[in-house]
Nanobody, 125 residues
Framework: QVQLVESGGGVVQAGGSLRLSCAASGGTFSNYAMAWFRQAPGKEREFVAAVKWSGETTVYSDSVKGRFTISRDNAKNTVYLQMNSLKPEDTAVYYC??????????????????WGQGTQVTVSS
């Protein structure tokens, strides 16, 4: 059974940093793209970042480009999201996602079949 487990969320002041992790189990995901999404209260889930199976290609939303970095360690079946210069508008539940049909990073949430339970990130002003 495929399972994605996020960790690393918390409360941080504006301008601070957090590093999220997502550990995958129940299969080998080194051949597939992985992504991060987020959902703030009252808003739709939005794309944050995605990484190609090899790690050589990454895609970011305009709102986080230059502040967030996605990376992966295929030996550990883990994807990371380093978040710097955090802003109050980054407050949301962050989810990781993957799917065995795609190797290239994709920003559309509907293509991902596997999701984690989410981790809360709260940025105070």
């Amino acid at each position: 059974q495929v399972q994605l487990v996020e960790s690393g969320g918390g409360v941080v002041q504006a301008g601070g940093s957090l590093r999220l992790s997502c550990a995958a189990s129940g299969g080998t995901f080194s051949n597939y793209a992985m992504a991060w999404f987020r959902q703030a209260p009252g808003k739709e889930r939005e794309f944050v970042a995605a990484v190609k199976w090899s790690g050589e290609t990454t895609v970011y939303s305009d709102s986080v480009k230059g502040r967030f970095t996605i990376s992966r360690d295929n030996a550990k079946n883990t994807v990371y999201l380093q978040m710097n210069s955090l802003k109050p508008e980054d407050t949301a539940v962050y989810y990781c996602a993957t799917d065995r049909r795609f190797r290239a990073p994709i920003s559309a949430s509907y293509v991902y079949g596997y999701w984690g339970q989410g981790t809360q990130v709260t940025v105070s002003s």
